[in-house]
C-alpha cells in the first residue's frame, strides 16, 4: 500500500491512521520475542529495503547496544532517571530499567549493511536487504 | 529499585480536547515527571523525535504550555510494515502557582528529554533560621 501524500493538510494525519492499521499487522508474528517488550518499535519499507525505528528517549548512544546476527537484531540496554538530591516528587509518569528485545525479520537482510542512528531520542536501523533475496525481473518472449 | 527492572512498554497518551487544531493530526502528551527540589520545580518530558527548533514553551495567564512538533518530513517515502506506536507532536499544559518565579524559567533538550527548570520566588525558598 503506497502512501500518497497528495493533501499536505491531511499528510500528517493520514499517516498517522495508517500507522494505527498496522497495529496488529502479522509482519513480524511468527518470533519468539516479537512483542510486548520495550522499546516500541515501528518498521517501515523503503523500495527494497527497512528501517526500523523506535523511541528511547533520555538514552545515550552509550547505554544502547545493538547486535545482528542472520535476520535477527538484538537491541538492549538500560534506562536510568536522576531525580536529583533532596527531591520530592509530584509526578512519576517516567520508566527507568533495562531492556533486552530480539526481533526476526521474515526478510533476508544483509548483515554486513545495517546501520544503526540514534538522534534525539528515536534509534533508527537501516536493514538493507540481501542481494540474493532481492525479486529478479523476468523477461517475457 | 528501578534500575535493575525490566522496562515496559508504556503507550503514547492521546489528547482528547475540547478544541480542535486548524491543521488535522493526532497529538499527544509527553510522559512527564515532576519534582521539586529547593529552589525549583523540575519539570521533564519525553518527547522522542523533537529538535530544539522545533519546541516551544510558553507561560501564559499561569499556564505553562508545552508544545513540540516532529520532524514529518524523515518519514517521507516511508511505508509502514508493522507499527508498535504511533507518532505525532505533543502538547501538554500544567497550572503553575504563584510561588514560581514566571520569568526565570530555563529549558534544555537532549536525546528526546526536555528539562524544563522553574525557579522558586524568592518568598516561597526555605529559609533556614539561626537558633542562637
Known amino acids: 500500500m503506497a502512501l500518497t501524500l497528495a493533501d499536505p493538510f491531511d499528510a500528517l494525519l493520514q499517516f498517522q491512521n495508517a500507522l494505527d492499521s498496522f497495529r496488529a499487522s502479522s509482519w513480524l508474528g511468527s518470533g519468539p520475542s516479537a512483542r510486548g517488550s520495550y522499546p516500541p518499535l515501528n518498521v517501515f519499507r523503503k523500495g527494497d529495503n527497512l528501517l526500523l525505528t523506535m523511541e528511547v528517549p533520555g538514552i545515550a548512544k552509550s547505554d544502547i547496544a545493538v547486535q545482528v546476527k542472520g535476520n535477527t537484531i538484538r537491541i538492549s540496554g538500560s534506562k536510568a532517571i536522576q531525580y536529583g538530591e533532596g527531591a520530592a516528587l509530584h509526578r512519576r509518569e517516567r520508566r527507568a530499567g533495562r531492556f533486552d528485545r530480539a526481533i526476526t525479520v521474515p526478510v533476508e537482510i544483509d548483515p554486513e549493511g545495517v546501520k544503526a542512528e540514534c538522534r534525539d531520542g528515536i534509534l533508527a536501523l537501516y536493514l538493507p536487504r540481501a542481494e540474493r533475496d532481492k525479486p529478479k525481473t523476468v523477461a517475457i518472449n | ?132
Do not use: W
Not at chain 2, 514553551?57 to 516532529?70: R, T
Not at chain 2, 518565579?101 to 530555563?106: E, N
Open chain 2, 1 to 132: 529499585m528501578a534500575q535493575s527492572q525490566e522496562l515496559e512498554v508504556q503507550e503514547k497518551k492521546e489528547l482528547v480536547s475540547k478544541e480542535e487544531a486548524t491543521v488535522p493530526a493526532r497529538y499527544f502528551m509527553p510522559h512527564t515527571d515532576i519534582f521539586e527540589t529547593d529552589d525549583a520545580l523540575n519539570v521533564i518530558l519525553e518527547v522522542p523525535g523533537v529538535e530544539r527548533k522545533d519546541v516551544e514553551v510558553s507561560v501564559e495567564n499561569d499556564v505553562l504550555k508545552i508544545d513540540a512538533k516532529i520532524g514529518f518530513k524523515n518519514y517521507e517515502g516511508l511505508e509502514p510494515v508493522y507499527t508498535e506506536y504511533n507518532v505525532g507532536h505533543f502538547t501538554r499544559s500544567f497550572t503553575l502557582s504563584n510561588k514560581l518565579d514566571q520569568q526565570q524559567i530555563s529549558a534544555h533538550l537532549q536525546d528526546g528529554v526536555l528539562t524544563l527548570v522553574l525557579k522558586k520566588a524568592k518568598e516561597a525558598q526555605p529559609r533556614r533560621i539561626a537558633i542562637d
